[in-house]
């Protein structure tokens, strides 16, 4: 199984958007007063910016050549959940259905954090029990156990936070 991780960009806007639809379809599992308009799409406001945010990166998920899913990742800006000055935030993370369970998320991950070596913050919604599960587990993983989960100052969920600065430096010794 080849599982690639593309940098995307604006070329690339259509299919993150149709991407997206499916992401947010997700979340309606729980998060139940999200709804379709009458052209039967999800608001798409979150990704107006995404090509020309500073700081942004936005990157298509593939497996095998199909496309699988998407992250969206902002590097050196000010912590979203900590007074951090200069963090790396997963800002969003989705692996479609058919490619759950194999493992391919957390390659991705584990792609990113690499490639982004700093203080990092993954946050989840309250609600989406599933996607703590997950980033517990891999961000766990990743640490060695060496990261630290609070709630998110707004009380929408939870945050973990790790600094993987001195991996980094270490595995590239």
Do not use: C
């Amino acid at each position: 199984m080849n599982i690639e991780v593309v940098r995307a960009g604006s070329r690339d806007d259509t299919t993150l958007r149709n991407l997206y639809q499916f992401y947010i379809y997700e979340f309606t599992r729980f998060m139940t007063h999200w709804h379709v308009n009458y052209a039967g799409r999800f608001t798409e406001d979150d990704l107006d910016e995404v090509w020309y945010k500073p700081k942004r990166n936005t990157f298509l998920v593939k497996v095998d050549g199909e496309l699988a899913g998407f992250a969206i990742v902002d590097h050196g800006v000010r912590g979203e959940y900590s007074d951090a000055p200069e963090i790396v935030l997963m800002v969003e993370f989705f692996v479609m259905a058919a490619f759950q369970g194999q493992g391919i998320a957390e390659q991705v991950a584990i792609r990113l954090f690499d490639l982004y070596p700093g203080k990092w913050e993954v946050f989840e919604l309250e609600k989406n029990v599933r996607a703590q599960r997950f980033w517990r587990r891999i961000i766990g993983r990743y640490t060695d156990g060496q990261y630290r989960e609070a709630a998110s100052p707004d009380g929408k969920g939870v945050v973990q936070f790790f600094d993987n600065s001195l991996k980094q430096q270490s595995s590239l010794q």
